[in-house]
């Protein structure tokens, strides 16, 4: 099973250092259903969810007067899949 989906990159300084895609923690919670649970991507169905999402985070961070000002999200088309061995 295959799904097109978008997540976010993040981008850490003003010079473009570090590019990453966000993990699940991002949304303000991290819930561990079971020991050795791998951790998820930040994933949405839409590229408009994704882009409102960055703008919100963007908006958030771009006023502070530390390293966090220059934090820059973007949503990027990821693919998901899922295989079960036969």
């Given at each position: 099973?295959i799904?097109?989906?978008?997540?976010?990159?993040?981008?850490?300084?003003?010079?473009?250092?570090?590019?990453?895609?966000?993990?699940?923690?991002?949304?303000?919670?991290?819930?561990?259903?079971?020991?050795?649970?791998?951790?998820?991507?930040?994933?949405?169905?839409?590229?408009?969810?994704?882009?409102?999402?960055?703008?919100?985070?963007?908006?958030?961070?771009?006023?502070?007067?530390?390293?966090?000002?220059?934090w820059?999200?973007?949503?990027?088309?990821?693919?998901?899949?899922?295989?079960?061995?036969?």
């Open positions: 099973m799904r097109k989906l978008w997540a976010i990159q993040f981008r850490d300084s003003s010079n473009g250092e570090r590019l990453f895609p966000l993990f699940d923690s991002w949304h303000g919670y991290r819930k561990i259903f079971y020991k050795g649970e791998p951790t998820r991507a930040l994933l949405f169905e839409t590229r408009a969810t994704a882009r409102r999402w960055c703008q919100e985070k963007t908006l958030k961070y771009i006023d502070r007067q530390d390293c966090c000002k220059f820059r999200f973007r949503p990027i088309r990821v693919t998901e899949s899922l295989k079960v061995p036969r």
